[in-house]
């Protein structure tokens, strides 16, 4: 069976490239490897009193960026969960914003079956472009825009500058 190409434009066709992984909340998330800006361990991501839902923030580039949490139907969720350890700082708009993950990993295309959304889960609200296979494992293909693009994140990242950073707290499981 062919893969059939369940992206538009803005993404890449199937079998060309590479894919990232995001785990986390038992959830396996590929983007194209492109979309990825950076990793940063979580111990670099800065928290404050947050009125939007985000987790905090994250100096990049001069800069400080949002980072949020999610939970396993891809809402904001806080406080954040101890096994998020991994800070993946995606494009987003027109800088970045940042998502907290327990493990993340990069697969070529070629070892990736992309499968469009049945219509039954095709809601026009989520962030899931498809349905993926590699090594066994079940995954949803999105991209760093279709995953972020409904999240409450602030569009200037400079007026963050000014807050004195916190660390990160943790909660037990």
């Known amino acids: 069976m062919n893969n059939p190409s369940v992206t538009d434009n803005r993404h890449r066709t199937p079998g ?3 894919y990232v992984v995001l785990n986390f ?17 979580r111990s670099d991501v800065q928290t404050g009193e947050e009125e939007d839902g985000t987790a905090g923030w994250l100096a990049v580039d001069g ?21 998020r350890r991994v ?22 295309a ?20 498809g349905l993926v296979t590699y090594d066994g494992r079940l995954g949803c293909l999105t991209s760093s ?14 007026a963050r500058l000014s807050r004195e950073p916190a660390p990160v707290t943790e909660v037990s499981p």
């Open 16 to 18: 060309q490239g590479r």
């Open 25 to 41: 909340a038992d959830l396996h998330l590929l983007l194209p490897y492109s979309e990825i800006h950076t990793l940063e361990p």
């Open 63 to 83: 800069q400080n960026w949002p980072v949020v949490c999610l939970d396993s139907d891809l809402e904001l969720t806080t406080p954040v969960p101890v096994e």
């Open 87 to 108: 800070c993946v700082l995606l494009h987003h708009r027109n800088g970045y914003a940042g998502v907290l993950c327990e493990t993340v990993a990069t697969l070529e």
């Open 110 to 129: 070629q070892d990736v079956q992309v499968f469009p959304l049945p219509p039954a889960l095709g809601v026009s609200a989520t962030p899931v472009l």
């Open 145 to 158: 825009m279709d995953l972020l693009s409904r999240l409450p994140l602030p569009t200037d990242s400079g």
